[in-house]
């Protein structure tokens, strides 16, 4: 279809469509603005059309097998450039079918109706474009296989170059004035556009022989050699050629139906396939939807704590077809039940309010070292063990694409126990020194803004950030806390990205909640787990890049890795108890503030992001030796 569109109120004024057509390629509008010239494609061939927009009438101008494409007017609308297939050379032994052709520039007046070719070589040259006051016709040419813009000289048949680029240019068009000629060109490992001043002044022409009168004839099977290709597919005994012996070169056209059979990598066209019934329709069947789960995300990680041996984190989601049903599940294994915690989560987002509900099983232990004091005098290595185990309800309300509230309502049963170490049974025995049972109310109120983008490994673009706010009613376990997790994301250019993260949060009340400083949320490259206190702060800033565009092994196993992107980070943070206070540094060293920095590679295999982080810490005077930690998700 054609459409004319008013640019200032940006409305369609009218639509032309021509059922005729297959397909419309290229427009150029005559400077008065009456006529346009489109090059079409119609039964299986590419033709040049006038379309008049007053009487709305369309004239064909070519009508053959040949390839006619690219049309321009003239300044004065008598005469129509385009770039025709129709130069055969035959010095050219090819197996490649239709190698032999090249694309040359013919011109079409208007007034009398008749065609010369202007250019006549045994290479390309395309995309034609008229100088002002049609003194020069401009055009590309592929001499020596590398495209370059040259101009012509019609009436004295002279030829100059005006590019000489090794890399190649690409159609681009000339300020009216002829100025300025602009185009896109390949350069650096990336596209760019430029501008030619002058592209016209000071040329070294040439002689060049003349335009030829040509006479269009539809003969493309008559100049082409096309029998002595072999068809492609299976041999079946000797290989015979496509075209039976009663083919005759004096035709116009050749009948393919025989060749199309014995095809065996043929696959039939059925040129009624997207035509209109005339009367009867086809209703489709329509079956009621049926609820289908697909896992949409998996990631998690694991490593090897001396303590309990292999610990790990699983997380993934499912969700149906239309989004409607979701179901996550957190898992986290610690070498035994007691130090593992499990999480199942429904959500139904078929309406715009959103609502859920969840399970949860959660522990969580810390240690301390000689901290038990007996009634004999003697110290013991102890430990406080915290068990949550209740569900939630959860409503979620979103306020457009990209604000959003949930409100959830925690309900479960917490109970602390006490153990002390006993070396001479080497397990830990369980005293009743601060043992406690509650049952737990926690709402929760979180608000979200979401608008990144994200590339292969995780987001590039655009801000995410949630504050979240909570309150547990309980006489035993009294606490109000509040958390903010700020992150942006900043795109450079060429997929390098810039990532910062702040997360903080306070926890007051007679039991405040407590926070830690390692692990997803922590400073990477400081494993302390013993370090936890009721105020919390991490900065993160990260330069994310491409590391490996393309990467393929054949030994020992055929292996293939693309687009493999790597991490520079830097982490800063601290947890403290405020009664303590916050001491940042002391004695020229970090004290509370803990600094860790690093790099590692991130792979993006599917279902999840596998991640590599190499991290040190350092105290501005010593630093750490490097710690790894392998994840499997996204970058934060």
Sequence with gaps: KLYIMDEQKKKILNRYSFDDLDAIFEIDVSHDGKKIVFSAQQNMQSDLYIFELESETRQQITNDRYNDASPRWSCDDSRIAFTSERTIVEK???EQIFYQLRDNILIYHVTNEKFTQVTQDDFNN?????APADSLLLFISERKDVANYEAIRLETAERARITKTLCGVFPGDLISTGDILVYSCFFNMGWDIYLMNNPLENLEFEPYQKSIVLTPRND????FNIDRYQRYGKKRGKFKKVFPKTYKRNVTEINFGNAVQSDSLNRAYNRN????PDSIF??????PYRLKMSLDRFWGGMAYSTGVGAIGFVQFSMSDLFGDHGIAVQAGFGGSFDNSDFILNYIFRGSRLDYGLGFIFLTDDTYYNNGWLSSDGFLYDYKILRKRYGGYLLTSYPFNKYWRVDLENFVYQREDSDYIWDEQDEKWQAVNYIDQKALVYKPQ?????DNAL???TGPISGWRASYMINKSFSREFDYLTQYLDFRYYQYLAKQFAIAMRGVGGISLGNDPQVFELWGYNGVRGFDDSDLEGDTKFVGSLELRYPFIEYLKFNFPLPLTISYLRGSLFADVGSVWFRDN???GTQNGRLNDLKFGFGFGPRLNVGYFVLKLDIAWNSDWIDTSKPRYYIWLMQDF
């Design 454 to 456: 994200y590339g292969p």
């Design 273 to 276: 396939l997207d035509t209109k």
């Design 282 to 287: 086809q209703i489709p069947r329509i079956t």
């Design 220 to 223: 493309f099977y008559q100049r």
């Design 581 to 583: 206070g916050f001491v």
């Design 92 to 94: 050219v032994n090819s």
């Design 445 to 449: 109120l979180s608000l979200v803004h």
């Design 126 to 130: 395309h995309s034609p474009q008229w």
